[in-house]
């Protein structure tokens, strides 16, 4: 058995506590495991790497919302991103979809949410701004952009970042968007489809260009489980790039 003692901050109890884990109940395939830690009337959830390292500790209440666990749980993954040093990672959403770029800019709220409250010692930069319908987030290291037009110069703006973009399929054929150009300057894709039969054809000569070119790639028809699965791949992505 390989025991190891963690400590894990609790952003609802606003301390730290300790605890015993046995790294061996991490298997190779996941490469992290959870440990559920209740707190009176919340529950603190960890996720623990094969090193005894905490990814992610979200506070959860008994009573629970879905989507506020979910935007809890990408918001303290994009802070932990954010304080880690390494390459630049930028993150373009393009969709005119309300809803969705809602659900983004929740995420940024939450990051500066967490940053505010969360006692540490590193200090690092998180910027908001909002024009024409795109909200954009600038930090040390993580750049995420949400609204229904593309920057075509944005990634001279970051050049030498990772890039990866979230793209809304049915926006980019009303718009006309060349979309295999926009997507050759990005090195993961998210495809947001759409529900017709032309879609599908589309999406396929895009998967199909994206495992020419080794991109990684998600797609998915928005939902609750495939806005979870989308940001668990991101996660997947975002977690294992390195200088």
């Not at 699965?229 to 997947?236: G, K, L, R, T, V």
Request: glycine share 4%.
């Amino acid at each position: 058995m390989s025991i190891k003692n963690i400590q894990v901050y609790c952003p609802e109890c606003k301390q730290s506590y300790w605890f015993s884990f046995d790294l061996n109940n991490i298997t190779e395939q996941s490469g992290v495991a959870k440990r559920s830690l209740i707190h009176g009337l919340h529950t603190l959830v960890c996720d623990i790497d094969k090193n005894g390292s905490v990814r992610t500790a979200i506070a959860i209440p008994i009573n629970f919302n879905e989507m506020e666990v979910l935007i809890e749980k990408v918001a303290q993954n994009f802070n932990d991103i954010n304080r880690e040093k390494g390459t630049t990672i930028q993150i373009d959403a393009y969709t005119s979809n309300i809803q969705f770029r809602k659900f983004i800019q929740r995420i940024i709220s939450k990051m500066f949410e967490q940053a505010t409250n969360r006692s540490m010692e590193e200090n690092y930069r998180l910027v908001a701004t909002s024009f024409k319908d795109k909200t954009t987030l600038h930090a040390d290291r993580l750049h995420i952009s949400v609204g229904p037009f593309i920057n075509q110069n944005v990634s001279g703006i970051l050049e030498h970042a990772n890039k990866g973009i979230i793209l809304d399929i049915n926006d980019a054929t009303e718009n006309q968007l060349d979309i295999f150009q926009t997507i050759s300057s990005y090195q993961w894709v998210v495809i947001i489809k759409g529900s017709t039969s032309s879609d599908e054809e589309l999406l396929q000569r895009i998967i199909n260009s994206l495992l020419e070119k080794s991109i990684p790639y998600y797609t998915g028809i928005l939902s609750n489980k495939t806005l979870q699965e989308m940001f668990n791949f991101i996660s997947a992505i975002t977690m294992d790039i390195h200088d």
